[in-house]
């Protein structure tokens, strides 16, 4: 069995670690995944620490996200990390690195007009973004888990999920029955 797993608000506490980079950025009314809603700052200040060396080399992994790759790898289930960044080999060194020392094998995808690409032989896909899980619906035997934010509470299309504990655990009682 293979997952694909983003890393940005579903491994990676994106949304903590830019409040704690950005004065004044108000997590909690952040509205979508691009940053609408009145957030304190500017959207543009929030897309330049998103794509920042300083960004990449302090985000941190959610408290549960390691248990949850583990529970994975212990069930036999292959993870493949399903995480983009923009075209500059800095960032893409640092999220390799990241990749690595949590133990996935891959790599990060480049960032497209066209978003992540579609893989095959995949049974799920653990995403925060709702537009990234739209381009997955109809596909015959991929589970389709949200990761629960501010930005993503307008869609109920998905198997939503408070965290990436509670995700995993659904997914395996999921394929399990």
């Known amino acids: 069995m293979r997952v694909l797993m983003d890393f940005d608000g579903v491994l990676l506490d994106s949304i903590g670690t830019l409040a704690s980079l950005i004065p004044g950025f108000r997590p909690d009314r952040v509205e ?25 080399e302090s985000v941190k992994p959610y408290a549960e996200a390691q248990d949850a790759l583990d529970t994975l790898r212990g069930a036999g289930v292959t993870v493949l990390p399903y995480t983009e960044v923009p075209p ?29 690409p579609l893989v095959d032989d995949i049974m799920a896909v653990f995403e925060d ?43 395996l009682c999921d394929v399990s029955s």
């Open 32 to 56: 979508t995944d691009s940053f609408q809603g009145d957030i304190g700052v500017s959207r543009e200040e929030v897309f330049k620490t998103l794509y920042s060396k300083r960004y990449y």
């Open 88 to 116: 500059n080999p800095i960032l893409m060194t640092i999220r390799n690195r990241t990749i690595a020392e949590m133990g996935l094998k891959g790599s990060v995808y480049i960032q497209t007009k066209q978003g992540k």
């Open 129 to 171: 973004c709702p537009d990234n899980l739209e381009r997955w619906q109809g596909r015959d035997g991929v589970l389709l888990y949200l990761i629960d934010h501010t930005y993503n509470r307008e869609t109920d299309s998905y198997i939503r999920c408070k965290d990436i504990k509670e995700a995993v655990g659904r997914f």
